[in-house]
Every structure is written in structure tokens, then in C-alpha cells.
């Protein structure tokens, strides 16, 4: 580039802006479409790549006709060029310009020919026929999901229901008030804005996926009396999969509008908040609650505080030594045990912050020494802290990026959760290893794991803390700051989570002047399924102008970072 010289910039710079969004009219503009038209962009942008051709008028209300749209479809996915097919037309005659399109568009399946083999050129586009041709040309056909539910709701049981549903979630048509209209017919500038949206990214529609969230919480039915439809996506229109009875309990995993994504049997499906109360935050009456449904258990202190369940699937390695190694105890009363099993003969018990000292650990299983002789210990149930060198060296520590894959989290002006979060847990990950830390990633690319899969992760290679990263957003600008929660509902260290939650805070707060949230009880999953110290951090709000600012900045990434490793630092330095 050094080489070029300054005229040949210019020229390069001034042609590339005449197809830039919000610049495409600079050389050249249709008479009768004004700038303050919705597609006043889209139509100009498509212009000037040759999709459509430059003329005085662009007739923006017109119907669009099948022969316009396969020749538009055909320049926009850059087969314009292609052999012309030889495909036989009732209608058209080889030579033409409609037929060199049409048959292009058939042979790379846009269209298809009619029954009498005719393929209609001069028949108004109706808008089924144009998303099947749109999402075939650019790929976006997305079969209905529970994380991609068919939000349209007169495309259930469409033979195109896939192709609308992937125009849908691809940001380029998401109907009116909820319905795709398909037989309705489609204009001129409706087309252009959907096949500008299709090539360039900065016109596409946002799409608001079903909600997903951390916090998880139990939901009773109360229907009077009647069963609830369970059903495959968030609308009437979704196929019912099951049938809760009245007064059962449910997980809800997530919330899309009025209604919630409950986990069954280890299956999900959607039902109306309607019909249902939060555990906890409301007390059903005598009508609502099933003489022989429970509800939520009531969680206490544990006196033995041993799991159980079976042992992480990954073996116990070789007992590793220790020295200088002391364990504090996190739970009222724990068990010691002759041998490392959960079911071998209690030979001690262990009292709340009482320290021993800690000869080896295999896997979940501290060994330590009584004057009676050796004992086991389960170490979730201890705090363990170096007497000499770094307080970090050897603990194992699970650092969690919050999403993934096909879950974004929170978005705004095109950055995502789920690349912010990545990138503080690998700069936690860096300074955690520097001090001698086993420091463990659930996620070290874009890959989407299930909430369960990340405690299960954490449980496998036998966590001591687990740190859990995410950005927040609301639906004013207006929220900003960081917060830093734990859970005391389920898990048994609920005091050691609001210490490492508190320490983490106060370093977000200092280190990079965020507004103080504080720290907060909450019952989000990947805190409450932990047995071990578990926080979920906030950073800021991704919706938030001066939290954004932040957020999106390489430096203040490693502030977050910095603050999380010394939030760590600073816990296991706590007595």
C-alpha cells in the first residue's frame, strides 16, 4: 500500500464510499425515492453493485415480478457470469434475457418450473415464493429449534416454513406483528431491503433470540385444576410435547416475552407465565398446590457435608504431597474418614474454621493428620491455603466464559457477550497460570456449552473456586456498573462464595472505576449447582454508552482481568 500514490487513494476511497451504507447516493440517485424512505440506503446499495439497473425511476411500489427477481437473485449471488443452462420453458424462448436468468435461477434451485412447464416471468412475486428463492441463493434456511423457534406464526406447517424461519434469524424479514403474510405480494423496495440485508451485515434487522439467562429458578403450576400445554417453541402455534399437571414444580432455564423455557425430564419446551408461580416469591394458595406435590426443599447447613453422588467420572490421580498446606474448614461439622470413600467409618469430625494440616490430596480427597492417626476429608468442605510462596500456587481454579457458539448473551452496535467475556478469562487464565495456579477454561474458543455442562466441567477436575464471567444489559441505557453475585439457596459454601465475591467487587469498583452494584444473593445455575466457592461476575452493562466504552476496550479488558485475579489473590490470602 505504500506504494500507491495519493490520487490513486482518492479514487479508490470515493469509489468505495458510493456503495458504503448511508453514503450510496453520493453518484447517483433514483428521482423518485426520497431520503427519508426506509430503503433509501438498500435501494442505491444494490444499485451500485449492479443488481438493479440505474435509471430515473425505481418504481419502489411496483410488484415484483418472478422474472425481475431471479435476475436480481442471480447478480446478487454472484452467478451472473455462470453458462446459461439449457432449461426448457413453455414460456420463454433461449436467447432472451428473462430466459438466460430464469434458467440460471432454476438450475440453482430458486425457482422451479411450473406443472405445465412454464415458468410465469411477467406473475407477481408472492412473499413465500420470494423467502424460499432469498434463503436458497444465500443459505439461510434454519429448521424451527427450541434456541430458533418458528417465530412467525402463519408459517406453521408451510412447505417453506425452514427457508421464512431462516430469513427470520439471518436479520432479513421479520414480518408483520409476528405473521410473514406469505401469499401476500411483494414490492419492489421490500425486495431490495431484503436482499441488501442478505449481502451486507450493516443492514441487518436485530435479532432478539430467546432469552437465555443464568439465573435459573423453580416454578409452580397453578391452573385451577387444569393441565398446562407444554409446547416446542413460545407461541400457540408451537406443537405440544407434554402436559403439566397442576401444582407441579418446574425448572425455568429461560424466558422469551410472556413465556418460559422449562427444563422436564431433561428435555425443554416452553410454557405461559400465566399459569405459573415463582417458588418463593409468592405462597400459592390452599387451590393451587397438589396434596401430594412438594415443594421446593427447603435447604439448610448440611451437618455432614459429603456428596451423595457418585465421584467425578475423570480418576483420582496419584496422591500429590504437600507441604506447608493447611485446610480450613468451610461447613459446621465434616466427616473424617478412615479411608477416601464416602462410605468408609467416620473416625473424626472436623468443627467450622478449625485448620489442619494437609498431607497430600487425590482428587476430591484431602488426607490430613489427627493424633489418633491419618484421616479423609473432602475438600470441597475446606479452604485451602499455601503457608509459604504464592497463595495461588496449585489451587485449582475454573475460570467460565459465560455463552458461546450459537448463544451471543447480551449484544449492542455489533459486539457480543460471549467475545468479551472469552477474551477477560484468557487474560485471567494468563496471570493465574504466572502464579502457579492449575487454572482450568470451560470454553477456550466459540463453542456453546449447556449451563450443567459447565458445573459438570468444574466437578470433573475437581474445582476449589469457580468464577463465572459475563456482561449485563438492560433495557434502559441507563443501568451501568458491576456487580458480582452468590448463591446461598443450595450451595454449602455460601459464606466462601461472598467472600471471593466481595473481594472480586471491590477490585471492579478500584481497578476499573466502575459503578458499584455490589454484591448480591442470587440463584444462578452455574453458582447454585457449585459445591466450591462460585461467583458469577458482571462486568457492566453492554447497553450502558460509558459501561460499552469500557467494554470494548483492549485496556479496560485487562482492568476486568486484573481485578478478577486480584479479587483471587486477595481471597485465598484471607485467613
Known amino acids: 500500500m505504500k506504494t500507491f500514490k495519493w490520487a490513486a487513494v482518492a479514487l479508490l476511497f470515493f469509489a468505495l464510499v458510493s456503495i458504503v451504507p448511508g453514503h450510496s447516493s453520493a453518484q447517483f440517485k433514483f428521482s423518485d425515492i426520497s431520503p427519508d424512505k426506509e430503503y433509501f440506503d438498500q435501494v442505491h446499495y444494490i444499485a451500485e453493485l449492479g443488481i438493479v439497473n440505474k435509471a430515473d425511476k425505481f418504481n419502489p411500489g411496483n410488484n415484483l415480478t418472478r422474472a425481475h427477481a431471479a435476475k436480481m437473485l442471480v447478480i446478487a449471488s454472484g452467478n451472473a457470469d455462470m453458462p446459461t443452462p439449457k432449461v ?72 417453506f416454513a425452514k427457508e421464512i424461519n431462516g430469513l427470520y434469524y439471518g436479520g432479513v424479514s421479520q414480518g408483520d406483528a409476528g405473521r410473514f403474510l406469505p401469499k401476500d405480494y411483494l414490492t419492489r423496495s421490500q425486495f431490495a431491503l431484503f436482499v441488501a440485508r442478505a449481502l451486507n451485515d450493516d443492514y441487518k434487522l436485530t435479532v432478539k ?22 409446547r416446542t417453541h413460545p407461541a400457540v402455534t408451537g406443537d405440544v410435547v407434554t402436559r403439566l399437571k397442576d401444582g407441579e414444580i418446574v425448572e425455568v432455564i429461560g424466558q422469551t416475552g410472556d413465556w418460559l423455557l422449562v427444563l422436564i425430564d431433561g428435555a425443554d419446551g416452553y410454557i405461559h407465565s400465566r399459569y405459573t408461580v415463582e417458588v418463593g416469591t409468592q405462597a400459592p394458595s390452599d387451590d393451587d ?43 459446621n461439622v465434616l466427616n473424617v474418614r478412615k ?34 492417626g491419618p484421616g479423609y476429608v473432602h475438600k470441597n468442605y475446606l479452604k485451602l491455603i499455601n503457608q509459604s510462596g504464592n497463595v495461588l500456587k496449585d489451587r485449582i481454579i475454573v ?42 477454561l470451560t470454553r477456550s474458543d466459540d463453542t456453546f456449552l449447556s449451563l450443567e455442562q459447565r458445573t459438570a466441567y468444574a466437578k470433573k477436575h475437581y474445582a476449589e473456586t469457580f468464577v463465572s464471567i459475563h456482561v449485563n444489559a438492560a433495557g434502559s441505557s441507563a443501568a451501568k456498573g458491576a456487580e458480582v453475585f ?26 476499573a472505576n466502575m459503578s458499584d452494584r455490589g454484591v448480591k444473593d442470587q440463584r444462578f445455575y452455574v453458582i447454585r449447582n457449585n459445591n466450591v466457592a462460585a461467583v458469577l461476575v458482571e462486568l457492566g452493562f453492554i447497553t450502558n ?29 484471607a485467613p
Open 88 to 159: 426448457q420453458f413453455k414460456d420463454l424462448k433461449p436467447g432472451t434475457e428473462q430466459y438466460k436468468f430464469a434458467s440460471r435461477a432454476v438450475e440453482l434451485g430458486y425457482f422451479k418450473k411450473k406443472a405445465d412447464g412454464s415458468f410465469g416471468p411477467n406473475e407477481k412475486l408472492k412473499r413465500d415464493e420470494m423467502g424460499y428463492a432469498l434463503s436458497v441463493a444465500f443459505n439461510l434456511s434454519q429448521s424451527p429449534t427450541v434456541d430458533k423457534p418458528l417465530m412467525l406464526t402463519d408459517m406453521k406447517d408451510h412447505p
Open 209 to 230: 433470540l430467546p432469552e437465555q439467562t443464568s439465573r435459573t429458578y423453580f416454578a409452580k403450576v397453578a391452573t385451577g385444576g387444569d393441565n398446562l400445554n407444554v
Open 289 to 331: 398446590v397438589a396434596t401430594d406435590e412438594p415443594d421446593e426443599p427447603e435447604v439448610s447447613e448440611p451437618e455432614i457435608t459429603e456428596p451423595e453422588v457418585t465421584e467425578p467420572e475423570e480418576e483420582p490421580n496419584t496422591p500429590s504431597p504437600t507441604t506447608g498446606l493447611i485446610g480450613k474448614v468451610t461447613t
Open 339 to 372: 479411608s477416601p470413600d464416602g462410605t468408609s467409618a467416620v473416625v473424626a469430625k472436623l468443627s467450622l474454621n478449625q485448620k489442619v494440616n494437609i498431607e497430600s490430596i487425590n482428587g476430591n480427597w484431602a488426607k490430613i493428620n489427627l493424633q489418633s
Open 399 to 440: 475460570i467460565d466464559a459465560g455463552h458461546g457458539g450459537k448463544d451471543p448473551g447480551a449484544t449492542s452496535n455489533k459486539l457480543s457477550e460471549k467475545t468479551v467475556v472469552l477474551k477477560v478469562a484468557k487474560l485471567v487464565e494468563a496471570k493465574l497460570k504466572n502464579a502457579g495456579a492449575k487454572v482450568l
Open 486 to 511: 452468590y448463591d446461598s439457596s443450595t450451595n454449602p459454601n455460601a459464606k466462601e462464595s461472598k467472600l471471593l465475591a466481595s473481594k472480586i467487587q471491590s477490585n471492579l469498583v478500584k481497578n
Open 545 to 573: 454508552p460509558d459501561d460499552f466504552k469500557k467494554l470494548s476496550s483492549e485496556q479496560y479488558m485487562e482492568l476486568y482481568a486484573e481485578a478478577i485475579y486480584q479479587g483471587l489473590v486477595q481471597y485465598y490470602a
